[in-house]
Structures are given as structure tokens and as C-alpha cells.
């Protein structure tokens, strides 16, 4: 099973614009992270977020986490068609493991 | 680049089989976790290493075993293959034992296995 939820699944935009998705988790976490992939090989990490925050940045990266509501959001501003991927949270519970959810792909349209 | 290695990059069994997978971590990273990729799915945790003794384990059954070796390498090994074993396989290395609750995993490009 998986702790994390990402949504949208999937998600279309125009180059330029801005991508939102959200991920949603089921237990108290030491930090969440957001990872991406391209075409299936292996993930790159993107950003972590302690729980004892509820913002960061980075570069045209913003990840925003809320601890009450077990849920996390990533932006990327200003989308490049590099930017086409799939994005996982991935949340560390303070065991050995990162439990991620399903993904969200994201096509940017040039 | 993450600095982590995984060969082969592409494998295809038959039932029954049994297979092993290799990783090279970075260098001075004492810690392994592997990670079963379905098709279409998030990476689901196999069992973590750290300096040679597994520190956890998914729940995957016992025919899947690993061993971590003194050089920063690591393998995974599966008996018995299923079909349902058909997935992206990934290692990822970090620093130290960590669980300090923030650790960077740099994950290297995935082994692709098909059983047949």
C-alpha cells in the first residue's frame, strides 16, 4: 500500500504556465519530499520538507506542506518542456523507508 | 547524475528463474534502500542496508534478499521469479544511517526486468 496520494494524475499545460499538484498522506511524518522522474528511469530528488515547516523554495520550485491536514503541494512556476515528467511525494515516518504515492505525470505543451 | 550505478539496465527472465541486480553507491554512503517501481505506480521499499546488515524491510517475501558489501556496492537478489516481479528496480544510496528525518536518497537509474 501506499501512504502517499498525488492528484491530478495527470495534468496538461501550455509552456510558460505554472503546474500545481497536491499530495495527500495517511501518518505523522518526519519530512516530505518530492522527487521526479523522467520516462521511467530513475527519480531525481526535487525539494524536502521538514514537518516542522509549511513552505519552501526552490528556484521555481514551491512546496508548501500542512501537517493538520496531512497534505502537500508542489509548483512549478513558469513550466519548460524539460519540465515533463512524473513527480512523486515521498514521505519519511522517522523508520527506514520512503513511502511514495502513485504520481503525478505532467505534460508541458511548447 | 546522482553518482549511483545499477547494471543491467535492462533484463528479461522466465518464471521460476532467479536473478540479481547490482548498485554502486556513492562513496561514503553506508546506507541502501531498494525499491520495486510497477508499472504506472510510485516506488514501493524492498529492504535498506547499512554497512552490510539489513536495517528494514517492506513487506516483500523472503525470496527477495539483498547484501551490502564493504565497497559501496549492493545487490538484490530474487528467487523464484513471478511475473508479477516484472518491474523497475531501484537502489538508492545516502550518507549515513540516517532516520534523523532529513536525509537526501540519491537513486540511481533502475534496473527494468521483464519475466516471462
Known amino acids: 500500500s501506499q501512504q502517499g496520494e498525488e492528484d491530478p494524475q495527470a495534468l496538461s499545460i501550455q509552456e510558460g504556465e505554472n503546474a500545481t499538484m497536491n499530495c495527500s498522506y495517511k501518518?505523522?511524518?518526519?519530512?516530505l519530499q518530492w522527487y521526479r522522474q523522467n520516462s521511467g528511469r530513475g527519480l531525481v530528488h526535487l525539494i524536502l520538507i521538514r514537518s516542522n515547516e509549511r513552505e519552501k523554495h526552490s528556484g521555481r520550485l514551491r512546496v508548501t506542506l500542512d501537517t493538520s491536514k496531512k497534505s502537500s503541494s508542489l509548483l512549478i512556476t513558469a513550466s519548460r518542456a524539460a519540465d515533463t515528467a512524473s513527480y512523486f511525494c515521498a514521505t519519511d515516518a522517522g523508520d527506514y523507508k520512503l513511502s511514495f504515492g502513485a504520481g503525478t505525470t505532467v505534460t508541458v505543451r511548447a | 547524475e546522482t553518482g549511483v550505478t545499477q547494471s543491467p539496465t535492462h533484463l528479461i527472465k522466465t518464471r521460476g528463474q532467479q536473478v540479481t541486480l547490482r548498485c554502486s553507491s556513492q562513496s561514503g554512503h553506508n546506507t541502501v534502500s531498494w525499491y520495486q517501481q510497477a508499472l504506472g505506480q510510485g516506488p514501493q521499499f524492498i529492504f535498506q542496508y547499512y554497512r552490510e546488515e539489513e536495517n528494514g524491510r517492506g513487506n516483500f517475501p523472503p525470496r527477495f534478499s539483498g547484501l551490502q558489501f564493504p565497497n559501496y556496492s549492493s545487490e538484490l537478489n530474487v528467487n523464484a521469479l513471478e511475473l508479477d516481479d516484472s518491474a523497475l528496480y531501484l537502489c538508492?544510496?545516502?550518507?549515513?544511517?540516517?532516520?534523523?528525518?532529513?536525509?537526501?536518497?540519491?537513486f540511481g537509474p533502475g534496473t527494468r526486468l521483464l519475466v516471462l
Open positions: 501518518t505523522s511524518i518526519n519530512n
Open positions: 538508492a544510496s545516502s550518507l549515513d544511517y540516517p532516520w534523523t528525518g532529513a536525509e537526501t536518497q540519491y
